[in-house]
């Protein structure tokens, strides 16, 4: 796969920003438009949580505000899904590595992400958190979370060429997800009875983990950075293998 | 050294009975225990051959025959079950109708797009870009989307687009069958070209002619075999000769339930029922036309002819009632109704006298000097040249073919061969 990646870095890279553009709409103001939506909800939540729910948090917004993002990349999945469907004219008409699709789809999901982190990381002390220097660790985070959102994206851009009610099904998942995944809660919600079966999530180590090191300025244990690096690899390695298994049709099928 | 090596390749397709496409069908099937059942369908059956590099080959055959699935096989579009296809070098796009990457895009970012696809870098491309346009002669179109464009700018944009980006091995579909007569010129010539700088091609038409002019070696594929494969001349004579046997049949088919048709008019004469009559046949039936039937020069039933060959058309007819010098008629019209010769017996100063009971006659056509076409045959048997009411009349109720010559081709339009030549310095 890395010969594969090495050998078309262009062609990979000239779909990711054909991704963003069509995604931006061709303007730095897209990018900000694009923004609207992570802060809008960062507003309502916050107000829902501090005011009605009286959840008490210090720096609420801030503490939210990272959930969502980290949120959001995950949500990436749903993009790279019709990846391969997408551009079905490109896999009827010629041959070249179908992962390349999926890879560049989740490259411009994770450009969009870095740059809303740099937002994040701009906002952070207005909302009253001030970044130490553990954010130096936040790459080592966002790769894991990288690899593992790839993984999921190939298993779900492959079996989508076969099957058209996976992207119905994973709106619900997400959906369902938003509300597992500890993004406007802290961990310490779940009851003790439950918080094996919560911790079956991928996403309840890495949403958590993001936290640690902007939120809370703790470094994350050991541990959880080796279940984030297995479950990383995992879905990795049975994502890559059902794509190829499920690839030499997809020219059929689309 | 081959450019392609192509062996014992089997291809198969699954039809499913009842298309499950979604998670939760399969699941509700699985769970039912009823398995998703399929017809097999094989689409190519061991198929071999080779192509050198540089050589020219087309491939020949009716549609569904499996052109196109060899085509997308060569270029690694899709998988095959059994067998090896070996490719030395850089395969062009898949060229067939309707190419274009992604709609949304717009003509310049579908040639970056492709370019990038087949590995070349940003500035390659660069050099490139202002021939695809010029060729293709969309230069003002640059910059619109491709969802957008014809059929035919579409196809044009792919065929400069496979052609300027210079593979080792190009494969073309039927793709000369859009685009104006100019710009297919155009496309020939570059092919031509093509094929002088050493390039192999594969060539997939319906156009025999152009196959013959580009290819030295012929492939035909019939029904997912090899039928025949060697030099062009000899694939295509043999192709031909089979489309011929073929049509031949099947307009003998027609002919007999044209015959039937008339048939059912005669056993049921006591009570004619009006809707079982045949529409293009009418008359007041003292004289009917039992029996119309063509033959060649070898005295041999037949529909198909060239141009040029002889035809002797037989009747059959049966007079009910005693009539004095009827006057027999026989027409040939072009398929789209055009009219072009009609005879009669009074014209060459036949008089039959008096007639009753079953008889026959012959009309014997030395030379058909009729263009390449489909035809219909209309005879009928009158009361005189200018009566309105026939006894039988068979408007156009029977078809022949005529066919190129296979020498000396009469290469002409229209309806009849005018025998000519061209004079180049004529002052």
Known sequence: MALDISKHKDLIWELAKRDLKIRYKNSALGFLWSLLNPLLMMLVLSFVFMYFFRFDIEHFPAFLVIGIVSWRFFGGTAGALQSIVGNADLVRKIYFPREILTISSVLSVFVSTLLEFLVLLILLPILGVSPSFLVLLLPVILILQLIFVLGVSFILSSMYVYYRDIAHIWEVVMQAGFFLTPIFYPLSFIPAKYLNLYMLNPMAWFVPAYRDILFYKEMFSFFDLSVMFVISLVFLFIGYYVFKKLEPNFAEEV | ?427
């Open chain 2, 1 to 427: 050294m081959n450019a392609i090596e192509a062996n014992n390749v089997w291809k198969k397709f699954k039809i499913p009975h009842e298309k499950r496409d979604t998670l939760v069908e399969n699941a509700a099937g699985f769970i039912k225990g009823e398995k998703a059942t399929y017809e097999e369908f094989w689409a190519l059956k061991n198929i071999n051959f080779n192509v050198k590099e540089g050589e020219c080959i087309g491939i020949i055959g009716e549609n569904g025959s499996g052109k196109s699935t060899l085509l997308r096989i060569i270029s690694n579009i899709l998988p095959i079950n059994k067998g090896n296809v070996k490719v030395r070098g850089s395969v062009g796009p898949f060229l067939e109708l309707g190419t274009g990457f992604r709609g949304d895009l717009t003509a310049k970012e579908n040639v970056y797009l492709y370019g990038y696809v087949i590995g070349l870098k940003k500035k390659q491309i660069d050099n490139v870009i202002d021939n695809i346009f010029e060729f293709a002669e969309l230069e003002r179109f640059r910059d619109m989307k491709l969802k957008d464009f014809s059929s035919g700018m579409n196809m044009r944009l792919a065929f400069s687009t496979a052609i300027s980006t210079n593979p080792d091995i190009l494969l073309i579909d039927e793709v000369l069958a859009v685009g104006d007569e100019s710009f297919q010129r155009k496309c020939m010539d570059k092919i031509m070209e093509f094929k002088s700088e050493g390039k192999t091609i594969v060539f997939v038409s319906h156009s025999l002619e152009s196959v013959k002019n580009l290819c030295s070696r012929g492939i035909w594929l019939n029904k997912g075999i090899i039928e025949t494969q060697g030099s062009v001349d000899q694939v295509i004579d043999y192709y031909v000769g089979s489309i011929r046997k073929k049509e031949e049949e099947e307009l003998l088919e027609e002919h007999k339930k044209t015959e039937e048709k008339i048939k059912v008019k005669e056993g049921e004469k006591e009570k004619p029922k009006k809707e079982e009559k045949p529409k293009n046949r009418w008359g007041s039936g003292e004289i009917e036309i039992t029996e119309v039937k063509f033959f060649n020069k070898e005295g041999k039933e037949c529909h198909v002819f060239e141009t040029g060959e002889s035809m002797k058309v037989k009747l059959k007819y049966d007079v009910k009632e005693r009539i004095k010098n009827p006057l027999f008629r026989a027409q040939i019209y072009k398929i789209d109704g055009t009219f072009c010769h009609g005879t009669n017996t009074d014209r060459h100063d036949i008089k039959l006298g008096k007639l009753i009971g079953e008889n026959s006659m012959g009309i014997n056509y030395n030379e058909l000097n009729l263009l390449p076409g489909t035809y219909l045959y209309t005879v009928g048997v009158w009361p005189n040249e200018q009566s309105k009411k026939p006894y039988d009349n068979h408007d156009k109720m029977y078809k022949f073919i005529i066919k190129e010559k296979k020498v000396k081709p009469a290469k002409s339009v229209g309806i009849s061969v005018i025998p000519h030549e061209w004079i180049l310095s004529e002052k």
